[in-house]
């Protein structure tokens, strides 16, 4: 059964660059994308984007200008980068395994296995 | 404002059934998918496609469409079904993938 983690760093300053980890271990990359997920504190979940087994990525527009992730070569981890980090993006972390399929010419996603998450806190 | 709105909060009697709601114009097209959130806990796959559920998941658990609105139903609610539940589809225009709904929390009387 397929296991993520995430490591990241707990504390960043303002206007730094958030870099978080995910380990994969039990499961195959390929046939699936890998995406990031956060929560701010008492909020809903905001998906951020993913990547496939590749190295191909697609964002949310609302984060896009400030995220890119990046595959591993190992093919064991995958990383998420967000730059100019502020207050807002405080957040919990999640690591999520892709699924997906196509209906009608158009892709349809599901997250099948979620890291336990990481808690990111923006403060000087 | 989401593009998938879900009733912030559902009370159901322990065993009885209730109906959460995702609301949007991406679902008259594309398939929701649904997430229980327990308190510090990660989201948990309940339902994604034409109603299928992961291993694991009890059948107590549905999902359904029609026009604007997915659903999931829980037919004979557990204490343990207290918790949040997210849907997950397309933004309104059917663009962009990942967009979560508002969220729904549960409370089991």
């Known amino acids: 059964q397929v296991q993520l983690q995430e490591s990241g760093p707990g504390l960043v300053k303002p206007s730094e660059t958030l870099s978080v980890t995910c380990t994969v271990s039990g499961g195959s990359f390929s046939g699936y994308y890998w995406s990031w997920i956060r929560q701010p504190p008492g909020k809903g979940l905001e998906w951020i984007g993913y990547?496939?087994?590749?190295?191909?990525?697609i964002f949310s527009p609302s984060l896009r200008s400030r995220v890119s992730i990046s595959l591993d070569t190992s093919g064991t981890q995958f990383s998420l980068f967000l730059t100019s980090m502020t207050a807002a993006d405080t957040a919990v972390y999640y690591c999520?395994?892709?699924?997906?399929?196509?209906?009608?010419?158009?892709?349809?996603?599901?997250?099948?296995?979620w890291g336990q998450g990481t808690l990111v806190t923006v403060s000087s | 404002s989401s593009d998938l709105t879900q009733d912030p909060t559902v009370s159901v009697a322990l065993g009885q059934t209730v109906r959460i709601t995702c609301q949007g114009d991406?679902?008259?097209?594309?398939?929701a998918s649904w997430y229980q959130q327990k308190p510090g806990q990660a989201p948990v796959l309940l339902i994604y496609g034409k109603n299928k559920r992961p291993s694991g998941i009890p059948d107590r658990f549905s999902g359904s469409s029609s026009g604007r609105t997915a659903s999931l139903t829980i037919t004979g609610a557990q204490a343990e079904d207290e918790a949040d539940y997210y849907c997950n589809s397309r933004d309104s225009r059917g663009h962009h993938v990942g967009v979560f709904g508002t969220g729904t929390q549960v409370t089991v009387l």
């Open positions: 991406s679902l008259r097209n594309f398939y």
């Open positions: 990547v496939d087994h590749s190295g191909g990525t």
């Open positions: 999520a395994r892709t699924s997906y399929d196509f209906w009608s010419g158009q892709i349809y996603i599901w997250f099948d296995s």
